[in-house]
Nanobody, 122 residues
Framework: QVQLVESGGGLVQAGGSLRLSCAAS????????MGWFRQAPGQEREFVAA????????GYADSVKGRFTISRNNADNTVYLQMNCLKPEDTAVYYC???????????????WGQGTQVTVSS
């Protein structure tokens, strides 16, 4: 069993920044890929970013490249998503998830957090 708990969401103006955190427990964190996904109202969940177990490999959705950065600290069992230059279209519930292999597809992730709301005002 794996528990993932997101934090750091909130309300921010367009152009601002937020850093999301995801604390993991119950699994060998240092051996799994971690990903961030988001879901806006009325839309399907979409991939945002992923990072391999050792941080050597990262992937981003085109919509966030150059603005968002994923990182991890295996000593603290935590993965982060630094979000800069936020836009109203980034408004969504953000979820972290873990996968036994590097993936940019949600179906390959087997454990998910409850999500944290990010709202970007114009």
């Amino acid at each position: 069993q794996v528990q993932l708990v997101e934090s750091g969401g909130g309300l921010v103006q367009a152009g601002g920044s937020l850093r999301l955190s995801c604390a993991a427990s119950g699994r060998t964190f240092g051996s799994v890929t971690m990903g961030w996904f988001r879901q806006a109202p009325g839309q399907e969940r979409e991939f945002v970013a992923a990072i391999s177990w050792n941080g050597d490999n990262t992937g981003y959705a085109d919509s966030v490249k150059g603005r968002f950065t994923i990182s991890r600290n295996n000593a603290d069992n935590t993965v982060y998503l630094q979000m800069n230059c936020l836009k109203p279209e980034d408004t969504a519930v953000y979820y972290c998830a873990s996968s036994p292999r590097f993936a940019v597809v949600g179906g390959l992730y087997d454990y998910w957090g409850q999500g944290t709301q990010v709202t970007v005002s114009s």
